[in-house]
């Protein structure tokens, strides 16, 4: 004995329970203003790799610029060897400033320390993204300006999908953002610390 074919009606409800299901995957619209994120924390300290320049008032020929080596030290001239990792870059002019007085080198110098680049501070971009990687943190960086540092959004990417994981007082938060809400105007660019990681998720057709 042969089935009777599904209904006309079967087959709507079983296509609507489909398109619901696809529907139900792709989430509802991230209010950024509801995200509960830790603030980012900023540090200056120097850190391997770093550039800076260090300008003693007065004395022209003394080179300008300097690289923290991998071992978190810095040869200056007079001064020699001394070790940077951990400093502000004000507790590195003042050391520079009392070796070059203890040493007989200059009376009362004046010495200005000024950060170029922190590339021992860095940020990840992972995912659907054109270049991803680590960047250095940039003073003021963005979630926006990172992905731009990444070549933007890939065709697939899900930008109402971003997330967002920072390490703030020895936990671990992963928060879901809106980069079109930020794009678009609609919420605010928001601020990066260093460490910070970011996943850009794919589209669901």
Sequence with gaps: MTRPSASPLFGRRALLLLLGS?????GPKVDNSRVKLPAPVQSTTLGPGDVFTLEVVGEKDLP??????SDGT????????????????????RAVRESLIEKRILTDPSVIVSVKEYNSK?????????KPGSFPLTTGMTLVQAISNAGGLSAIANGDRVNLTRKAKGST?????????????????????????????????
């Design 64 to 69: 300008r610029e300097f690289q923290v080596a």
């Design 22 to 26: 696809v529907l139900s995957g792709c």
């Design 74 to 93: 810095v040869d200056f001239p007079y001064v020699h060897r001394l070790e940077v990792e951990g400093l502000e870059p004000q507790e590195v002019a």
């Design 173 to 205: 938060t992963t928060v879901v953002l809106s980069f079109d809400s930020i794009t678009s105007g609609r919420s605010p660019d928001i601020p990066l610390q260093a460490g910070d990681q970011i996943f850009v998720n794919e589209r669901v057709f």
């Design 122 to 130: 860095r940020v990840t971009v992972l995912g659907e993204v054109k």
